[in-house]
């Protein structure tokens, strides 16, 4: 083709296309122009900082959501009116990020910050309100195609730092608490040129960038905020620096107007008082969005002396002092507060100068000091939006910080009747239909769910081939087996509440879908609807995600479903080697790609379809090079396991794969127990919505002999197992011996085999297990691990790597379910063993007065259809017809009829 020739079919195909290219550069025009002159970028850091609190499992989740929320305090400051209850909701947001070392307490940091975002999309017309959600959406998009090249399957390699770097990183942050910013870039600078690989490495520069800002020297700040901007594309650190860098894009617009000001003070006369007040505040405002606070702490002292007494000078030295307790100094701040409060009782600063005593003794750890103020704010100020905030504050400090249950739930109590309107009261009354949906049936349903398929996948295998899947399911066969299996698991109690759901209905539409239903709980009998679709996290999980949901006319926030589900994630994420690479929903169904076990998947396979009509294809890698890849991915996030697509069939194998499964399923069955307490155990529920019970201290003694009787029940009661038609389980015995040296001694006799049913004797490996182990509990979380000394199998050393390697797998699970039961002290003795400690008392009780004490890991007759077990011993037919005949097969002692010779 000549040039002219070209010309004209770039025409024709401009022309046949110029409607989708018109349609396409007005969405690209309206994403620039929203973006650089309509958005409230105030709003929409305060969302990305609640988003990111919503999905925080612990404190350190929230890392460099403290800078963003300094400089949203530092706005809100400066205005000559501020809004005492939006300040006092964001300090107190920030704190919990400083100082707090409770997870929980993001339960209430969260509550706070919605707060705020209440409060500003209030003050926005309907229209931009509807265009923020478009933007939002069209961000979301953009952010996603960026992200897309890296892809799943491309971690990002991390490097653990030694301790005493970590104590350099401690003290680097000690230098900036104190105002030391030069030396505190130095510290943070030596430990990311020694880790620059470190998972948090990002989160470090962007605090020296903060650093940089407070000295003024606003582009060398910028640059290390457009650097991470690059590097950490789709990751938190990027969303932070684009919040950093666009509050410092600023400041030269305020340096400039700071100019002008410092200008124009000469050619103001001496006998005009105001204005030259009023030019001096307004110095020290843009000094305190400079970060500037020496310069701004003189033009507020300044603004005071032109006219004491005026109101501007009250709000100065209510800004002088507020910026003096930025710097760290408490006792001086705390003194200027009091002073202004006793001195102007009927001002409006009187409140806020009271409550940022709230907030000084809150920073300090003077908890109960901060307890009293607020309540006697809360007396004093009855009727006003500060009361209701201080009264929930007073109950947050007293659960996170003081560990007083009983007061807190005193003092919710006394929120809700007094302010039952409150934004606060709707995140801590259960006693609604809306309450206990939230906070109590979504949470704990979903929990037990999870860590019942959980446990019964554990014993599907940790080991062996890697398949390629892709899940389908249409929305008539969904309905039907999803209604099928309501109908035979409801009505049932969850806790002390009955429950049941009937006449559920699931609409498939393009990306989402819409569900409806009649939920009952206890004496409420309620109509619900809710919108949301399946998001693929880069992880390779799948999140649930609520978009809209309804309860009897009753629009509930979404983000406190998917608080709820959020730990399901988790969960997944950490403990399943299986791992999605795609979703579509589409109008009647939706289908899912991915990679994982070969074993669970064809679990999965087997019984996904009766109780949710989903059907599973499984194939083959056949390219060498991905499945090289692939092999080493699951190697390395599952280091305990022999994923090979050659699985060994060796002693040392057999019982690798047998220990996995077995040490799993028992974790998994433990957290499921904790189905029936009444503590709130998961961090990933948001809400303050708890049925309170008390702590019980516990002391129990076990002999040997009563715990190895109880052991050879369970052992006879439930093996021999043959597992998907070709893995042999047979535990003949298990003994264990209490020692004086404070460890613990065990002798186990297995039968391991990959075999076929009917089994084939020759092909069972019979294998004498014996080793020492002790208990050490956790630091954290007080829950305790087995740590294993020694280990040998028919006498040869096995590897205790790969032993404990599965024990910190299974403890980990443990601490991020964050189990109610708390162990202070064991001591072992010949014979016998003292568990001291403390727990939810109904959980206490569950686990330690049965008089069998395994009893709480048998296997269900119905768990044995879903985990495809046999159990070779008479068992009473307990699931009749519950999935099909093959369901309720029960087979003989493996020793007469069921061998094949």
Not at 339 to 360: G, H
Request: charged share 30%; proline share 3%.
């Amino acid at each position: 083709m000549n040039h002219k020739e070209n010309l004209n079919f770039f025409l024709n195909l401009l022309f046949k296309f110029h409607k989708v290219i018109i349609v396409l550069l007005f969405f690209i025009g309206f994403f620039f122009f929203y973006n650089m002159f309509l958005i409230d970028d105030t709003l929409e850091s305060l969302k990305f900082s609640f988003d990111q609190s919503t999905l925080a499992y612990d404190i350190g989740d929230l890392e460099g959501i403290d800078l963003i929320l300094s400089q949203l305090i530092n706005d809100e400051m400066v205005p000559e009116k501020i809004s005492g209850v939006t300040v006092a909701n964001l300090e107190y947001a920030r704190n919990v990020i400083q100082t707090g070392t409770n997870y929980r307490a993001i339960d209430s940091l969260t509550v706070s910050l919605g707060t705020v975002i209440k409060e500003k999309e209030s003050q926005r017309s309907a229209v931009l309100r509807t265009l923020d959600w478009v933007n939002r959406r069209l961000r979301d998009g953009v952010s996603y195609l960026i992200n897309l090249p890296r892809g799943i399957l491309k971690p990002r390699k991390t490097v653990k730092p030694a301790k005493e770097d970590l104590d350099l990183l401690d003290r680097a942050k000690a230098l900036e608490k104190n105002g030391e910013f030069r030396n505190a870039i130095k510290g943070y600078n030596e430990f990311i040129n020694k880790y620059p690989s470190y998972e948090k490495t990002g989160l470090m520069r962007l605090r020296v960038a903060s650093l940089y800002s407070r000295l003024g020297q606003y582009n060398i700040a910028m640059g290390i905020c457009r650097d991470v901007i690059k590097e950490r594309i789709g990751d938190k650190e990027s969303y932070l620096s684009q919040a950093l860098l666009l509050k410092l894009q600023k400041m030269g617009g305020l340096i400039r107007k700071e100019h002008t000001l410092l200008a124009s003070l000469s050619e103001i006369g001496k006998d005009e008082v105001k204005k030259r007040q009023e030019v001096l505040y307004q110095l020290g405002a843009i000094n305190v969005q400079l970060m500037n606070m020496d310069e701004a702490k003189k033009f507020f002292k300044r603004a005071v002396i032109v006219d004491p007494k005026s109101n501007l000078a009250l709000k100065s030295r209510f800004n002088a002092a507020w910026v003096i307790k930025e710097e760290g100094k408490a006792k001086e701040s705390l003194l200027e507060f009091s002073k202004i409060a006793e001195d102007y009782p009927e001002s409006l600063l009187a409140v806020d100068s009271r409550y940022q005593l709230v907030d000084i003794y809150h920073r300090e750890g003077r908890y109960k000091e901060s307890v009293e103020m607020c309540l006697r704010l809360a007396e004093e100020y009855k009727g006003d939006p500060i009361a209701a905030l201080c009264m929930f504050q007073a109950g947050a400090s007293c659960m996170y910080d003081l560990n007083d249950e009983e007061k807190a739930k005193e003092i919710f109590s006394q929120l809700t009747k007094e302010y039952p309107d409150s934004i606060y009261t709707k995140f801590i009354a259960p006693n609604n239909p809306v309450g206990i949906f939230v906070t109590y049936l979504v949470p704990r349903a979903t929990r037990v769910v999870m860590w019942r398929a959980g446990g019964l996948l554990a014993l599907s295998g940790y080991s062996g081939e890697l398949v390629k899947f892709e899940i389908r399911s249409d929305e008539q066969s969904f309905n039907r087996s999803f209604n099928e299996w309501l109908r035979k698991e409801l009505p049932d109690t969850l806790g002390n509440i009955y429950v049941d759901i009937k006449g559920a209905t699931i609409e498939f539409l393009k990306n989402k879908a819409r569900g409806t239903g009649s939920i009952t709980m206890g004496k409420f009998n309620v109509k619900g609807e809710a919108e949301g679709h399946l998001q693929l996290e880069k992880n390779g999980t799948i999140n649930a995600v609520i978009t809209r949901a309804i309860l009897e006319n009753i629009p509930i926030p979404p983000m406190l479903i998917n608080n709820a589900l959020t730990g399901i994630t988790f969960i997944i994420r950490q403990n399943f080697p299986v791992i999605v690479t795609k979703i579509d929903m589409e109008k009647d169904g939706f289908s899912i790609e991915g990679y994982g076990s070969k074993r669970m998947l064809k679990r999965l396979q087997a019984v996904s379809f009766k109780p949710l009509g989903i059907r599973i294809d499984i194939r083959d890698i056949r390219d060498p090079d991905e499945s090289k890849k692939l092999y080493a991915l699951v190697e390395e996030k599952f280091p305990e396991s022999e994923f090979s697509p050659t699985p060994k069939d060796d002693t040392e194998s057999l019982f690798l794969d047998f220990f996995t499964r077995m040490y799993f399923y028992l974790s998994f069955k433990l957290l499921e127990t904790i189905k029936d307490t009444k503590l709130d155990y998961e961090r990933s529920v948001k809400t303050l919505g708890m049925l309170f019970v008390k702590k019980e201290k516990f002391k129990v003694t076990y002999k040997e002999s009563d715990i190895n009787a109880s052991m050879d029940r369970l052992i006879n009661n439930e093996f021999p197992w043959i597992v998907n038609e070709e893995f042999f389980f047979d535990v003949k015995r298990l003994k264990f011996h209490f020692t004086n040296e404070g460890e613990i001694t065990f002798e186990a006799n297995l039968g391991l085999g990959r075999t076929l049913f009917p089994v084939r004797l020759e092909e069972i490996r019979y294998i004498d297990a014996r080793g020492t182990f002790f208990l050490d509990i956790d630091r954290t979380s007080r829950i305790p691990k087995l740590v294993f000394k020694s280990f040998y199998l028919n006498g040869k050393p096995f590897s205790l790597a790969k032993v404990n390697l599965v024990a910190t797998r299974c403890l980990k699970l443990l601490k991020n379910s964050n189990m109610p039961f708390w162990l202070s002290e064991v001591e072992i003795s010949e014979g016998s063993i003292i568990l001291k400690g403390e727990g939810a008392g109904d959980f206490v009780e569950k686990l330690f007065s049965d008089p069998y004490l395994f009893v709480i890991f048998q296997v269900r007759s119905w768990d044995l259809w879903a985990a495809g077990i046999r159990r070779l011993k008479d068992q009473p037919n307990r699931l009749g017809n519950y999935f099909g005949d093959s369901a309720g097969t029960q087979l003989s002692s493996y020793g007469t009829g069921q061998i094949r010779k």
